[in-house]
């Protein structure tokens, strides 16, 4: 009796630990796949800054009211405020002349990120006016979720390039003015030029100090 008792004692204990053997090996397998979900969840982020630098626009796609994008009255395509704040973060935000801005910072290349929007349109419709990228910018950005900022570029001139370059770039187009200017109370000049040849409704700015570029700027026109 005693040696059948031991026996089935025995047994359960065996299938008791294959039981759980098996619903750890269940959970890991589980564990895995979230991890890779949220790992390609985070790969297909969309890169804003980056690609928006690249191609000299904004690349939000056409007018859809459930994706709440938009075009300016030039044509060009212009982001929703909203769809890059649930990508990044809300920032940190400031407000000067009717203009709303939102800061960044990227450690990883040590840049700064500005998005600005017009305040004049109720907060659901607001739009991003400008992307400002800069080499330096306020104690209390952000660090975000941007994507990596140090190889972002404008018209082959990056941060760091020779005011020359830059000059050289906006004149090659179309060169509206050169002047200086305050930025975050830091004397800097201040380029603007646009694309030669078409009216595009985009704007386009460097920032010059000490004979370097420290400002990028990609803007819609008004």
Known sequence: MD??????IVGHSFLRERAWRKFARDGLWALALMCCVAGAAVARQRQYVVESFAKGDFVARVYDQSKRAT??????TVYDQSELVRAYGPGWVSVENGMQYRWYRDAGSDRWLRLASDMDAAPFYRIIDEM????????RAVAG??????AVGLFGV???SPADAAVKAAK??????????RLLGQR???IEF??????????YRYYLREGKVVGLSVGVTE
């Open 172 to 181: 090659s187009r179309h060169w509206l003015r050169r002047g200086p200017m």
């Open 158 to 160: 990056t941060l760091g």
């Open 71 to 76: 075009k300016s009255d030039s044509g060009s």
């Open 145 to 150: 979720r941007t994507e990596s900022l140090g």
């Open 194 to 203: 646009l694309t030669r040849g078409r009216d595009d409704g985009m704007i």
């Open 3 to 8: 040696a059948q008792r031991n026996e089935s």
């Open 188 to 190: 800097v000049e201040e």
């Open 132 to 139: 400002l990228v800069l080499s330096f910018g306020p104690a």
